[in-house]
T-cell receptor, first 111, second 115 residues
Framework: GQNIDQPTEMTATEGAIVQINCTYQ??????LFWYQQHAGEAPTFLSY????GLEEKGRFSSFLSRSKGYSYLLLKELQMKDSASYLC????????????FGDGTTLTVKP | DVKVTQSSRYLVKRTGEKVFLECVQD?????MFWYRQDPGLGLRLIYF???????EKGDIPEGYSVSREKKERFSLILESASTNQTSMYLC??????????????FGPGTRLTVL
């Protein structure tokens, strides 16, 4: 997406922790989503942040700082099945109900 | 669980053909979306709809049209398919526009090849 920056690729080791960063260049939006997309499959919801701070959900956490234009997704205790693309998505930035997707970060988890 | 279905997983068409991609959701969602996904370009919004018979252009509407005659069904139409429309097409729906209600539920995708 033109307003969203994520690293293209990351590699991590099984059992480790990885942080996927997302920066954006827009001042107004409703909330920020993270989706997971395995190769050849559709994206599925991982997390949602509307307020600044950390949202924790099992092995996955997501953080948002509106003032810094920054979010990250934290994956703990990595498993091989976490190898996927992770999409940072702004909701309602240009139009309520419309979402802008980042190009995604392809994470490869190695044994 | 919300289920979003698409009419075909794979489709091969010839240049100039009219192509219909159908999407159905079963959870009474207000909003429906059509995206295409291409390597290096991410998901790009083609059209979306907030209600029956309503439609709004997304970021790349050229060469496409849509139809939403019933709340559960959203169709994408390629009036005259071209090779640059070869892509993965993803349909999605969401409950509402505000906040967490805009979580999008995706169909499995249709991989369209235009020869």
């Amino acid at each position: 997406g033109q307003n969203i920056d994520q690293p293209t690729e990351m590699t991590a080791t099984e059992g480790a922790i990885v942080q996927i960063n997302c920066t954006y260049q827009t001042s107004g939006f409703n909330g920020l989503f993270w989706y997971q997309q395995h190769a050849g499959e559709a994206p599925t919801f991982l997390s949602y942040n509307v307020l600044d701070g950390l949202e924790e959900k099992g092995r996955f956490s997501s953080f948002l700082s509106r003032s810094k234009g920054y979010s990250y997704l934290l994956l703990k205790e990595l498993q091989m099945k976490d190898s996927a693309s992770y999409l940072c998505v702004l909701s309602g930035d240009t139009n309520a109900g419309k979402s802008t997707f980042g190009d995604g970060t392809t994470l490869t988890v190695k044994p | 669980d919300v289920k979003v279905t698409q009419s075909s997983r794979y489709l091969v068409k010839r240049t100039g053909e009219k192509v219909f991609l159908e999407c159905v959701q079963d959870m009474d969602h207000e909003n429906m979306f059509w995206y295409r996904q291409d390597p290096g370009l991410g998901l790009r919004l083609i059209y979306f709809s907030y209600d029956v018979k309503m439609k709004e252009k997304g970021d790349i509407p050229e060469g496409y049209s849509v139809s939403r005659e019933k709340k559960e069904r959203f169709s994408l139409i390629l009036e005259s398919a071209s090779t640059n429309q070869t892509s993965m097409y993803l349909c999605a729906s969401s409950l509402g526009r505000a906040s967490r209600y805009n979580e999008q539920f995706f169909g499995p995708g249709t991989r369209l090849t235009v020869l």
